[in-house]
C-alpha cells in the first residue's frame, strides 16, 4: 500500500490531524493502562477527581513517562527518515552513523564508576550527561574522519559509523567483564533500552530539543525530495548537496544522541515507522518528516505500554517489545514485497 497523490495542503492537514489523534489516544491509554488502572473517562477533563493516591501515580508518575516515551519515539522515527534519505537505504536506522555507540559508551562508563546513583555528585542526570557527551565526542569524531578534501562522502560516513560501532560494541563488551554483578545488571538493561522518568521539566526539555531539530529537518524537505534523483540530480537543481548532507547529519545524530542518553539503545523504532509511513503516506517528505514525529510517538507509547504490562508487577525493557514486534513485523514486510523499494 503506497499512495502516489501529490502533497496538498488538505492532504498534509488531515493527516497530521489522524495522526495526531492516534498519538492523543496513545498517550491516554499509556496513562490509564498499567499496573493499576483507570477508565478513560477518568482522565478526561470534568471527569471524576482522582484520590491522592491515584494523581501520584497517574500524574506524577506515569505521564511523565508516556509523555517521554511519546518524545523518545518521534526523536528516533524523524532520525531514521532523514538517514534513509541521506543514504537513500531502507535498512538505514538512526543508530547506522555511530553516535548511538559513542553515548552507549558513555552511559555505560558513567554505570561503571557508580555514577548512576542518587548519592552521586549529578544524580540521576550522571548517566544521560556522560552519553550525551560521548554521543558528541562520537560526532565531531566520525564527521572529522569522513571529511575529505572539505567533502563529507555518504559512504565514507557510513563505513566509518559501522567501525565505529563495532569499536564501541568491543569496548561495552570489555568493560562488561571487568564490572560487578550490580553494575552488569545495570549496564543491560540501559542497552537495551527503557523509557526514563524525567519529570515534566526534562521531558519539556527533549521535547523542545527534539521539535527544534525537527523543523529545521523540514525546512530541507524539499531538498530531500530532490535526493531521490541523487546527489549530482539534485546539485543540477540547485541543491546545495554538502550543506544538507552536513546538516542531516548532525542534526540526526543530535536526535539520536540524546534519546540514547536518555534511554538507552531502543531498537526498530527508527527503522520499522520511517518504512512503513513511507509505504502508506509515500516518499514526500514534507509529509514524512511531520508523520514520523507523530506516529514514532505512537509506536513506542504503545510499545512502553506492553512492556509494563505484559509482565506485571515485573517490567521488560521497552527495547525487548519493539524488537519482538518490529523485527517479525519488519520482514514480513519485506517478504511481502519482495525487493521492490525505491525513494522517488
Not at 493499576?36 to 482522582?50: A, M, N, Q, T
Not at 531539530?213 to 523540514?218: I, P, Q, S
Amino acid at each position: 500500500m503506497r499512495s502516489s497523490e501529490p502533497l496538498t495542503q488538505g492532504r498534509l492537514l488531515a493527516w497530521t490531524l489522524v495522526l495526531g489523534a492516534a498519538l492523543a489516544l496513545s498517550v491516554l491509554l499509556g496513562v490509564a493502562w498499567g499496573t493499576s488502572s483507570l477508565s478513560l473517562v477518568d482522565l478526561l477533563p470534568g471527569g471524576p477527581p482522582l484520590s491522592e493516591q491515584a494523581r501520584a501515580v497517574f500524574v506524577d508518575v506515569r505521564l511523565p513517562r508516556v509523555l517521554a516515551a511519546a518524545v523518545l519515539g518521534g526523536a528516533l522515527s524523524v532520525a531514521g527518515v532523514v538517514f534513509q534519505a541521506l543514504l537513500r537505504n531502507p535498512l538505514a536506522d538512526p543508530y547506522v552513523l555511530g553516535v548511538s555507540g559513542g553515548a552507549s559508551i558513555g552511559g555505560v562508563l558513567a554505570l561503571l564508576l557508580g555514577l548512576g546513583g542518587a548519592a552521586s555528585l549529578l544524580g540521576e542526570l550522571a548517566v544521560p550527561a556522560f552519553a550525551f557527551l560521548g554521543a558528541l565526542g562520537a560526532l565531531f569524531l566520525i564527521e572529522w574522519v569522513a571529511t575529505v578534501g572539505g567533502k563529507l562522502t555518504v559512504y565514507t560516513v557510513l563505513l566509518t559509523g559501522a567501525i565505529f560501532n563495532a569499536f564501541a560494541a568491543a569496548l561495552i563488551y570489555f568493560i562488561q567483564t571487568i564490572a560487578s554483578l550490580e553494575q552488569l545488571h545495570a549496564i543491560v538493561f540501559y542497552l537495551m533500552g527503557s523509557v526514563p522518568l524525567l519529570g515534566y521539566r526534562g521531558v519539556g526539555l527533549l521535547a523542545a530539543a527534539s521539535v527544534l531539530a525537527t523543523v529545521a529537518l523540514l525546512s530541507m524537505a524539499r531538498d530531500y525530495n530532490a535526493l531521490t534523483i541523487g546527489e549530482e540530480g539534485a546539485a543540477q537543481l540547485g541543491v546545495d548537496v554538502e550543506r544538507i548532507k552536513r546538516r542531516t547529519f548532525v542534526l540526526g545524530s543530535l536526535l539520536t544522541g540524546l534519546a540514547v542518553s536518555v534511554a538507552g539503545l531502543i531498537g526498530f523504532v527508527g527503522l520499522v515507522v520511517p518504512h512503513l509511513l513511507r509505504l502508506l503516506l509515500g516518499p514526500d517528505h514534507r509529509l514524512l518528516l511531520p508523520a514520523a514525529l507523530l506516529g514514532g510517538g505512537s509506536f513506542l507509547v504503545l510499545a512502553d505500554l506492553v512492556a509494563r504490562v505484559v509482565v506485571a508487577p515485573g517490567e521488560l525493557p521497552v527495547g525487548v517489545v519493539t524488537a519482538l514486534v518490529g523485527g517479525p513485523f519488519f520482514l514480513s514486510l519485506l517478504r511481502r514485497r519482495g525487493a521492490r523499494y525505491d525513494f522517488s
